[in-house]
RNA sequence: CGGGGAGUGGCUCAGCCUGGUAGAGCACCUGGUUCGGGACCAGGGGGUCGGAGGUUCAAAUCCUCUCUCCCCGACCA
């Protein structure tokens, strides 16, 4: 059906044609396409934003909730947040955090302690005012973020050197009033981990800081198989009540930027504004240096917006919820019953061999629904096995990153364990490969305003930047584009300034970002 | 928060202008034929039209308010 062209699909005159011979073909035609339209997703191309938003509908990772802004993950959405959440919590322990839990209600009075930090948050508060049918003495925020709150214990539990460094990490979710909003990328309630240390020195700070946004970025490009380029926040991008905030960027299949994790160097400010204080080896009473680092459910849409396509979700094969989904092919009662038996055979053994694997046994619906059905899901690899297969001892292995028959390949059962490994660990090379390819390509080197212009028209510009906030304040202006990170590595050593032509010292990335 | 669009069975939408108490396709259920890339036939169940109020003998349809979603702008993980 694909290959009809659109022209030749006068929807309109469908209910007014005469039926005869002809037309009942063209009509038959033209509901079957219809009915194609109606289960396929809007194109990538034409349309990314609704894209995107069917993909995470039809996927069932998330539905929309009653109140606006808020979003219900559903199951296949949170296992994918659970997997997330695995392999950033195994990191977190072997560096030596613990997690703890700390409360979502905060005191207004906490939040307006630190005075960077109140500027940043109070427009996205949301905030408690009555409990048990009275107005309460003091309004409680829900929790935007929980510094203050941590501060708070901090200051308590830490008396001298001996007690440092304190290193913990929670799970939760918080909440900031967003006026524009989409599920994933950006909803009033959204689950993260916070991670929160403090340290007897800036060093120490400064190192952890940078190790968070390390494991950051070893995640995403090893599990989740999204290049991210590491770097560096300017001050106007920086977390409130930050000294140095760094981030983990990435692009999207549009070109557009997203910051995937976040990772901040808190200085003695909140140590100041909460009283974490430590006496030292010499009997001096210091401040604290603390640090604060997050990723978040947005994660989630970043993974959709770099892998996925017009067939639907494409989930790399170290976070998907299911690795590899079999499909039975038969006709009658009798190959029915051989199929099944060998799928269930096969299931146990990958199972046993630790890969994520599910047998589609419904009945009544096609073999090729089948396969559409779970390449919308994003499974990343598909086994069929049918009545010619039991006669070679052979399977079928379908990958999901390359479509239809390009993507097949028939293997001898005996060698299937062996074969699903390898071909899991080639389709999650080929999709970080192929994300790579992608920023590279939309990533320009510019000099000039102009090139500079067309650029983030795409993509990604990579510019020197003097460090004036003006200049980063009238590119904004100009050409909606942000200054998105300064990359901790940086290839050349000197340069004029994109937008002023002064010297500069750095190079940075800039875009339109969500 | 401003501008635009939209809310009608699970989904996509028609009906609204010119009020008379709801319709199609898909999905779902049952039976049968199918099954290696989105099957077909027959029968069947399901909605009071986002919510509240108003006008009217009568409201999905007209009026007012409100909620939610989408798109575009100002703020953000």
Same mark, same amino acid.
């Given at each position: 059906?694909?290959?009809?062209?659109?022209?030749?699909?006068?929807?309109?005159?469908?209910?007014?044609?005469?039926?005869?011979?002809?037309?009942?073909?063209?009509?038959?035609?033209?509901?079957?396409?219809?009915?194609?339209?109606?289960?396929?997703?809007?194109?990538?191309?034409?349309?990314?934003?609704?894209?995107?938003?069917?993909?995470?509908?039809?996927?069932?990772?998330?539905?929309?909730?009653?109140?606006?802004?808020?979003?219900?993950?559903?199951?296949?959405?949170?296992?994918?947040?659970?997997?997330?959440?695995?392999?950033?919590?195994?990191?977190?322990?072997?560096?030596?955090? *613990? #997690?703890? @839990?700390?409360?979502?209600? =905060? +005191?207004?009075?906490?939040?307006?302690? $630190?005075?960077?930090?109140? !500027?940043?948050?109070?427009?996205?508060?949301?905030?408690?005012?009555?409990?048990?049918?009275?107005?309460?003495?003091?309004?409680?925020?829900?929790?935007?973020?929980?510094?203050?709150?941590?501060?708070?214990?901090?200051?308590?539990?830490?008396?001298?050197?001996?007690?440092?460094?304190?290193?913990?990490?929670?799970?939760?979710?918080?909440?900031?009033?967003?006026?524009?909003?989409?599920?994933?990328?950006?909803?009033?309630?959204?689950?993260?981990?916070?991670?929160?240390?403090?340290?007897?020195?800036?060093?120490?700070?400064?190192?952890?800081?940078?190790?968070?946004?390390?494991?950051?970025?070893?995640?995403? *490009? #090893?599990? @989740?198989?999204?290049?991210? =380029? +590491?770097?560096?926040?300017?001050?106007? $991008?920086?977390?409130?009540? !930050?000294?140095?905030?760094?981030?983990?960027?990435?692009?999207?299949?549009?070109?557009?930027?997203?910051?995937?994790?976040?990772?901040?160097?808190?200085?003695?400010?909140?140590?100041?504004?909460?009283?974490?204080?430590?006496?030292?080896?010499?009997?001096?009473?210091?401040?604290?240096?603390?640090?604060?680092?997050?990723?978040?459910?947005?994660?989630?849409?970043?993974?959709?917006?770099?892998?996925?396509?017009?067939?639907?979700?494409?989930?790399?094969?170290?976070?998907?919820?299911?690795?590899?989904?079999?499909?039975?092919?038969?006709?009658?009662?009798?190959?029915?019953?051989?199929?099944?038996?060998?799928?269930?055979?096969?299931?146990?053994?990958?199972?046993?061999?630790?890969?994520?694997?599910?047998?589609?046994?419904?009945?009544?619906?096609?073999?090729?629904?089948?396969?559409?059905?779970?390449?919308?899901?994003?499974?990343?690899?598909?086994?069929?096995?049918?009545?010619?297969?039991?006669?070679?001892?052979?399977?079928?292995?379908?990958?999901?990153?390359?479509?239809?028959?390009?993507?097949?390949?028939?293997?001898?059962?005996?060698?299937?364990?062996?074969?699903?490994?390898?071909?899991?660990?080639?389709?999650?090379?080929?999709?970080?490969?192929?994300?790579?390819?992608?920023?590279?390509?939309?990533?320009?080197?510019?000099?000039?305003?102009?090139?500079?212009?067309?650029?983030?028209?795409?993509?990604?510009?990579?510019?020197?930047?003097?460090?004036?906030?003006?200049?980063?304040?009238?590119?904004?202006?100009?050409?909606?584009?942000?200054?998105?990170?300064?990359?901790?590595?940086?290839?050349?050593?000197?340069?004029?300034?994109?937008?002023?032509?002064?010297?500069?010292?750095?190079?940075?990335?800039?875009?339109?970002?969500?």
């Amino acid at each position: 059906m694909t290959h009809l062209p659109a022209a030749s699909v006068p929807a309109e005159e469908s209910n007014r044609c005469q039926v005869t011979a002809k037309t009942f073909v063209d009509n038959k035609l033209i509901e079957a396409i219809d009915r194609m339209s109606e289960l396929k997703v809007p194109s990538r191309s034409e349309d990314f934003s609704e894209w995107y938003n069917q993909l995470v509908l039809r996927a069932e990772l998330a539905d929309y909730a009653p109140v606006r802004g808020c979003m219900i993950v559903r199951p296949y959405g949170w296992a994918l947040w659970e997997n997330i959440q695995q392999a950033l919590d195994r990191r977190f322990k072997a560096t030596g955090h *613990v #997690n703890a @839990a700390f409360p979502l209600l =905060i +005191p207004r009075s906490f939040i307006e302690k $630190e005075k960077s930090h109140v !500027a940043g948050f109070s427009p996205e508060l949301a905030v408690v005012t009555h409990g048990g049918g009275e107005e309460l003495e003091e309004p409680l925020v829900i929790r935007p973020t929980s510094e203050t709150i941590i501060g708070h214990a901090y200051s308590k539990w830490i008396q001298s050197y001996r007690d440092l460094p304190v290193l913990i990490n929670q799970w939760n979710s918080v909440v900031r009033w967003e006026l524009r909003t989409k599920l994933f990328l950006r909803t009033l309630e959204f689950f993260w981990q916070e991670g929160h240390t403090a340290h007897a020195t800036f060093e120490e700070a400064e190192t952890e800081t940078r190790q968070m946004l390390d494991i950051y970025t070893d995640f995403a *490009v #090893n599990d @989740a198989a999204i290049p991210v =380029i +590491p770097g560096r926040k300017s001050p106007s $991008e920086r977390f409130a009540g !930050a000294d140095q905030t760094y981030s983990i960027e990435a692009m999207m299949g549009d070109g557009k930027a997203l910051q995937a994790g976040t990772s901040h160097n808190l200085g003695q400010n909140f140590a100041k504004a909460f009283d974490i204080r430590y006496l030292d080896k010499n009997g001096t009473l210091q401040d604290c240096w603390t640090t604060s680092w997050g990723l978040s459910t947005r994660f989630i849409g970043a993974i959709i917006m770099v892998h996925s396509d017009d067939q639907g979700l494409l989930l790399p094969p170290k976070l998907a919820p299911q690795q590899v989904v079999i499909v039975p092919i038969y006709k009658t009662e009798e190959e029915s019953a051989r199929v099944l038996e060998a799928a269930k055979r096969i299931r146990a053994e990958l199972v046993a061999s630790h890969f994520r694997t599910i047998l589609d046994e419904r009945e009544g619906v096609s073999p090729g629904f089948k396969f559409n059905d779970w390449e919308m899901r994003g499974i990343p690899l598909r086994i069929e096995i049918g009545p010619k297969d039991l006669t070679k001892n052979t399977v079928v292995l379908a990958r999901r990153d390359k479509p239809g028959k390009e993507g097949k390949l028939s293997i001898n059962q005996d060698a299937l364990a062996g074969a699903v490994g390898e071909m899991l660990a080639a389709i999650q090379k080929s999709l970080y490969d192929r994300a790579l390819a992608f920023r590279e390509a939309k990533t320009l080197d510019t000099e000039n305003y102009d090139d500079f212009k067309s650029a983030i028209e795409s993509g990604f510009a990579f510019s020197f930047w003097c460090g004036d906030p003006d200049c980063e304040q009238k590119i904004k202006e100009e050409t909606k584009a942000t200054l998105r990170c300064i990359p901790i590595k940086q290839p050349r050593r000197s340069g004029s300034c994109i937008k002023c032509g002064k010297p500069a010292g750095e190079q940075a990335y800039f875009a339109k970002a969500y």
